[in-house]
């Protein structure tokens, strides 16, 4: 699968080579599958990394006055030898496949073979006298170049904006990930803001072994415990029936009513039974400030070996 971009830039300094590594994390951030140098093996000649390089949707080259000079006049350094690789496939790429990054270079200057093509280009340069540094716009500018989306920003959604969007969604996911609850523990400890879990639904264990807890909230203390996902549940009552007698502490009802302190036992589709002390109960409380409800349990498998 070809990389959404290649930088193309020349080792001119320590603190230029972190500056484009640094670029380069943010357009990562964005999303961007994104090739730089240190995957390069010039050793593999035009197979291989070239290959990558040219079969880029886009390349940004981050053009100082140094990386020019090493194009036009350094034909066997790096910046060379990948100038060659861009001139040979230019020909046969969009006009937005390649754009050029101007830092350090304020007369704008370009490698000779690409002069005459006008290439988009976007100035990074930084003026320290005037306060003029490039940040959150000239990034944006490379998105919206990355996207061929034009230029004009009158209808253009923030990148802030569809940070915060893909934030919201990335939570959503979350809450929804199966693997955030369950464990595969046979016994264990468990603070569950049910709420957030799809069914109000937790589940432990595995195989034969499994269970899994549906909830709602009940009294100030106390919830509700359904059988559904299970094959039956119950509360153990030590004036009913002796506790070493588990299964006859089960109820023939959908649910049973738990309070902070009780102990209910749980019976699966293969007859196992699993004990859960029900330790906190917190309900929903609008606040201000808001307080999400959840449920604070320890479990244990009963004669899983």
């Known amino acids: 699968m070809a990389e959404d971009l290649f930088i193309s830039y020349a080792w001119t300094s320590d603190q230029h080579r972190q500056w484009v590594r640094l670029l380069a994390s943010q357009l990562k951030a964005l999303g961007y599958g994104v090739l730089v140098d240190a995957d390069v093996d010039y050793g593999d000649g035009l197979t291989g990394f070239m290959r990558r390089v040219v079969d880029s949707r886009h390349v940004l080259m981050i053009a100082d006055e140094n990386y020019v000079n090493r194009a036009d006049n350094i034909p066997e350094s790096g910046v060379g030898i990948e100038n060659r690789w861009l001139a040979e496939a230019h020909e046969d790429r969009p006009t937005t496949w390649l754009t050029v990054l101007f830092k350090d270079n304020p007369n704008y200057l370009l490698p000779q073979w690409l002069s005459a093509h006008k290439p988009k280009g976007h100035s990074f340069n930084a003026n320290s006298h005037a306060g003029d540094f490039p940040g959150s716009e000239q990034i944006e500018e490379l998105w919206r170049w990355v996207e061929g989306l034009p230029t004009s920003r009158d209808s253009a959604t923030s990148i802030p904006t569809l940070r915060e969007r893909a934030a919201r969604l990335e939570r959503h996911t979350l809450r929804s990930d199966q693997t955030r609850w369950r464990n595969p523990s046979l016994s264990g400890e468990v ?52 506790v070493s007698d588990l299964a006859s502490h089960l109820s023939p009802g959908r649910f049973v009513v738990a309070k902070v302190g009780e102990t209910i036992v749980l019976m699966n589709a293969h007859g196992a039974l699993s004990l859960v002390e029900i330790v906190g109960v917190q309900h929903q409380i609008s606040g201000p400030p808001y307080v999400s409800p959840y449920l604070d349990f320890r479990y244990d498998v009963v004669n899983h070996s």
């Not at 109000?200 to 549906?214: L, P, S």
């Open 191 to 242: 603070h569950f803001p049910y709420e957030d879990a799809p069914s109000n639904t937790y589940r432990w264990g595995y195989g034969e072994f499994e269970f899994a807890i549906d909830i709602s909230p009940c009294g100030s203390d106390s919830v509700y415990v359904y059988r559904d996902p299970m094959g039956a549940v119950g509360i153990i009552r030590p004036d009913h029936a002796p």
